[in-house]
């Protein structure tokens, strides 16, 4: 951790924050939309006359890392639409005689509406303090209505650990929220969109005329931030099952749900062939992170080879129509780029017949949808193939739940998390089928199956695998969308 931070707090005056990201509503709001209101309120009034003594700090400030931000909860409201004039001056100039549809959907924030932003520091520096006194001027962060006052100062890395609230961090993997930062260029960007607009004004004010507006939007680079205590994001890579006699677009192969394990195991050993073959740097080498041939303490550190039956609507069949493979929560994302270069195009073949049964291809908008419920994420999973217990429960559902908190470390979860558990045999889902009906590899034939419910106290991402199965397609679950 850094000896020093500095730390920009902003407080708002409600509790409410309206601003949208580029996907909807924005939170935590984003360290380029602190950049731009301390770039506001450092040129609001006379305080343009000192610019010139302090646009230097601020291209110190663009090529810092992303920080790290500390924010109160926040809940996303239901939202409201409301009608204002239509801000469209550019085409003409009299917008009283129309009004437009505005929906508002705030954060609400939970405690004290207080949110810092630290940046990392080897040592105080000029530009950090003249920053930090730049904070004081603030004015607001997110829309007009979003009114806030700050403060600026350096801090002692305890100092940084005792600030309350949701540690948000810059994961620099591409999973997670993603918030837009800072960069080399901000600054003079945001210089030219203000001329732009600026020019546009004074055309206006000159001769009355409609004139376009220069841009608004301001260059900057998006960073996935997640919460310090999320579980880290499963990298992986799907495709669409194509009949291997007829690769026309949207035409599927479908197989089974029982044979989840089958269809497995042909995923697993075309990976296998190509990755012998290729020089990628998998960690501790193609037999253990591709094959499998693990000791028990590193279980997790592979390929989870999946089939994804359909589910997601009470008239889905629950066939197979695609497949998954799933690296290690938190891994490096380039073996699962790896795997979607080199299996692109290439078949499934059957063990006995040495026949070609399905060829793996690129998932169509249909194929994504699919794949998003099992790799979104969730507090609430359902199994949609049986997990398999890492040991014997005796046919008692209190020993078998036992056995779920400890698969649930197997796989690199924190049995804590866990806020209700509820175990069947009959499936939750109607497009599920009874713990006994899936084929199973001969070495887990004499585990105990459960169909499992899982609730967990903060949203966990997917791929969720859980139980003795989990590498070979059983154990799959799909989250609810519910609380």
């Not at 290439?346 to 049964?357: G, M």
């Amino acid at each position: 951790m850094s000896s020093y931070y500095l730390c920009i707090s902003v407080t708002f005056l409600d509790p409410f924050f309206h601003g949208w990201g580029d996907s909807g509503p924005e939170w935590p709001p984003s360290p380029l939309r602190l950049f731009s209101a301390l770039i506001n309120g450092a040129c609001a009034g006379c305080h343009i006359q000192s610019w010139p003594q302090k646009e230097h700090a601020f291209r110190w400030l663009e090529a810092l890392q992303p920080p790290e931000i500390v924010a109160p909860q926040a809940k996303l409201t239901r939202g409201y639409k409301s009608f204002v004039p239509n801000n469209d001056s550019d085409k003409k100039l009299d917008r009283q005689e129309r009004l437009t549809g505005k929906v508002y959907r705030p954060h609400y924030l939970i405690g004290t509406p207080t949110i810092h932003y630290l940046w990392s520091l080897e040592q105080p520096s000029d530009e950090a303090k003249l920053i930090a006194s730049e904070a004081r001027h603030l004015l607001a962060l997110g829309w007009g209505i979003d009114v806030v006052f700050g403060d600026g100062r350096l801090l002692t890395g305890e100092e940084a650990r005792k600030l309350a609230g949701e540690r948000w961090q810059p994961t620099f993997r591409g999973n997670g929220r993603m918030l837009r930062v800072p960069c080399p260029g901000t600054l003079e960007d945001a210089q030219l969109v203000h001329a732009q607009r600026q020019r546009a004004g004074d055309s206006i004010e000159n001769n009355g005329s409609a004139v376009r507006f220069g841009r608004s939007v301001i260059f900057g680079r998006s960073v996935a931030y997640q919460k310090a205590d999320d579980l880290p994001a499963r990298p992986w890579v799907a495709f669409a099952l194509e009949p291997p006699d007829d690769m026309s677009p949207y035409r599927r192969r479908a197989f089974w749900q029982s044979d989840a394990a089958r269809i497995a195991a042909m995923l697993r050993h075309v990976t296998l062939e190509l990755a012998k073959s290729d020089r990628h740097p998998f960690p501790n080498g193609v037999e253990q992170f591709v094959a499998g041939h693990l000791p028990a303490e590193g279980d997790s550190n592979r390929f989870s080879y999946l089939a994804l039956p359909s589910v997601g609507h009470p008239y889905a069949d629950g066939l197979i129509r695609r497949v998954l493979i799933a690296a290690p929560y938190g891994s490096d994302e380039a073996h699962v780029r790896w795997a979607e270069r080199r299996l692109n195009n290439k078949c499934l073949i059957e063990h006995r017949s040495q026949a070609p049964v399905a060829c793996l291809t690129r998932l169509a908008d249909d194929d994504e949808k699919l794949v998003r419920r099992y790799v979104e994420r969730a507090q609430r999973w359902v199994s949609v193939t049986p997990v398999l217990l890492p040991g014997y429960d005796d046919g008692r559902e209190d020993k078998a739940a036992s056995l779920i908190y400890k698969a649930l470390q197997h796989a690199g979860l924190n049995a804590d998390l866990v806020a209700s558990l509820e175990l069947r045999k009959s499936p939750f889902l109607r497009s599920a089928q009874h713990v006994n009906a899936y084929f199973r590899p001969a070495h887990l034939r004499d585990k105990p199956a459960w169909h499992v419910q899982v609730a967990f106290k903060q949203a966990i991402p997917g791929p969720f695998v859980l139980g003795a199965g989990r590498h070979v397609g059983l154990g799959l679950f799909v989250g609810t969308g519910e609380r």
